[in-house]
T-cell receptor, first 117, second 114 residues
Framework: AQSVAQPEDQVNVAEGNPLTVKCTYS??????LFWYVQYPNRGLQFLLK??????LVKGSYGFEAEFNKSQTSFHLKKPSALVSDSALYFC???????????????FGAGTRLFVKA | GAVVSQHPSWVICKSGTSVKIECRSL??????MFWYRQFPKQSLMLMAT?????????EQGVEKDKFLINHASLTLSTLTVTSAHPEDSSFYIC??????????FGQGTRLTVV
C-alpha cells in the first residue's frame, strides 16, 4: 500500500529565510506526489505535483519541490519565507486501487509552518 | 483550476437530527468525488469514495448507514450525517479530480452537534 510520511509536526522559520518541509513516500510503481496547503477552517489548496518529467517541480506562491527517487523524498521548499506562508502543509500520494481506474489520495499527517516576522 | 463548492460552510444541529452536506463541481464533471473528515490538528481521513450512479465505497470503520452518500449527477455529491451525535462534530471536506490531476477541494463544512 502507498504511504507518505511527514516527520515534522511543526517547522519554524524566520521571514526571509529559506524553508523546507519534509516528505518521504513509499509506493509500488510510479509515484504520483502532491503538496497541498490548508488555512484555518478552509479546504486544501493545491501547490504542486510530480507525476513525471523534471525532478524539480515549481508550483504556486513560489514553492517548489524536488522528487528524489533514491531517497524516496519529495520535500517542499521556498527560497524566502513570508509570514503569510504560515499554514498547515500536507504531502500526498495517489494510490491506484483498481485496474479500472479507481484511485484515492493518501495524505501525510501534516506539518504546521510558522513564519516569524 | 477547477472549482468545487461545498455547502454549508458551517452547521449546528441538535443530537438525533440529520444534516446534509452538498459538494458541487462547478465547471467540470466529476464521476468520482471523495469525502474526508478532519479532526483538529490532524490529517484528512478518507471516509468514502462517491461514484456517480452507483454506490459509494466506504473506508474500513466508516458506518455507511450513518454517513449516507448520494452521487446522483456528475456535478453533485451529498453526504448526510444521520442521527447526529456530538462525537460526529468535525470538519468535513469533499474533493474531486482525476487520476492524473490534482484534487480540487471544497471549502469544508464545520459540523457541530449539540
Amino acid at each position: 500500500a502507498q504511504s507518505v510520511a511527514q516527520p515534522e509536526d511543526q517547522v519554524n522559520v524566520a521571514e526571509g529565510n529559506p524553508l523546507t518541509v519534509k516528505c518521504t513516500y513509499s509506493v509500488s510503481g510510479n509515484p504520483y506526489l502532491f503538496w497541498y496547503v490548508q488555512y484555518p477552517n478552509r479546504g486544501l489548496q493545491f501547490l504542486l505535483k510530480y507525476i513525471t518529467g523534471d525532478n524539480l517541480v515549481k508550483g504556486s506562491y513560489g514553492f517548489e519541490a524536488e522528487f528524489n527517487k533514491s531517497q524516496t523524498s519529495f520535500h517542499l521548499k521556498k527560497p524566502s519565507a513570508l509570514v503569510s506562508d504560515s499554514a498547515l502543509y500536507f504531502c500526498a500520494v495517489r494510490d491506484v486501487t483498481s485496474n479500472t481506474g479507481g484511485f484515492k489520495t493518501i495524505f501525510g499527517a501534516g506539518t504546521r509552518l510558522f513564519v516569524k516576522a | 483550476g477547477a472549482v468545487v463548492s461545498q455547502h454549508p460552510s458551517w452547521v449546528i444541529c441538535k443530537s438525533g437530527t440529520s444534516v446534509k452536506i452538498e459538494c458541487r463541481s462547478l465547471d467540470f464533471q466529476a464521476t468520482t468525488m471523495f469525502w474526508y473528515r478532519q479532526f483538529p490538528k490532524q490529517s484528512l481521513m478518507l471516509m468514502a469514495t462517491s461514484n456517480e450512479g452507483s454506490k459509494a465505497t466506504y473506508e474500513q470503520g466508516v458506518e455507511k448507514d450513518k454517513f449516507l452518500i448520494n452521487h446522483a449527477s456528475l456535478t453533485l455529491s451529498t453526504l448526510t450525517v444521520t442521527s447526529a451525535h456530538p462525537e460526529d462534530s468535525s470538519f468535513y471536506i469533499c474533493s474531486a479530480g482525476g487520476l492524473n490531476t490534482e484534487a480540487f477541494f471544497g471549502q469544508g463544512t464545520r459540523l457541530t452537534v449539540v
